[in-house]
């Protein structure tokens, strides 16, 4: 085994887990799982078969990633943030094959609490603030917080809010990596 795992952890038979991986407390990886190397899982982390996690991925205590959720490389899961898959769940009503698609882009941050409704895209290195609510595509590296949430601003690389307007043409620089960013429009990138 070329990753770690607690005693108290399940991993079923067919999970893919790449190298340097720590399974902590309670977790349970479902068979179909495929996790990319030096991943963290912390306690009570549920994930499940349909799920596609890349490299250097946290998730923090508390987190379940249900099916049809995607994490690409670099995705911060805060403790107790929460996603779903079945957009109109009832209890009495099978909606297995109604799961909607959930991507989170790489380097991407979903604070403490925050809820990521199924079937939305968060862009790269965006920063979903804590107990934040999301319920529509988020745009790479924007800042989002609130019930729904709402953009409040623009993220570095970094994790640095930078110094611009929402929407407009101008340029920043992260204070703490030197990157620079270009906004045009409603859109930003990073150009250094």
Sequence with gaps: MSYFKHESAIVDDGANIGEGCRIWHFVH?????????????????????????????????????YDNVCLEDDVFCGPSMVFTNVYNPRSAVERKDEYRDTLVKQGATLGANCT??????????????????????????????G????????????????????????????????IRYQLNGNSLKRIS
Aim: net charge positive; hydrophobic share 40%; aromatic share 6%.
């Design 29 to 65: 990886v479902c068979g179909g799982a495929e996790i990319g190397k030096k991943c963290s899982m912390g306690q009570n982390v549920f994930i499940g078969n349909k799920v596609k996690i890349g490299n250097n991925v946290k998730i923090q205590n508390n987190v379940s990633v």
């Design 116 to 145: 990521v409704v199924c079937g939305v895209t968060i862009g790269k290195f965006a920063f979903v603030g804590a107990g934040a609510v999301v319920n529509k595509d988020i745009p790479d590296y924007a800042l989002v917080v």
């Design 147 to 178: 019930v729904p949430c709402k953009q409040i601003g623009w993220m570095s690389e970094y994790g640095e809010q930078l110094d611009l307007p929402l929407n407009g043409n101008a340029e920043a620089t992260c204070p703490h990596s030197g």
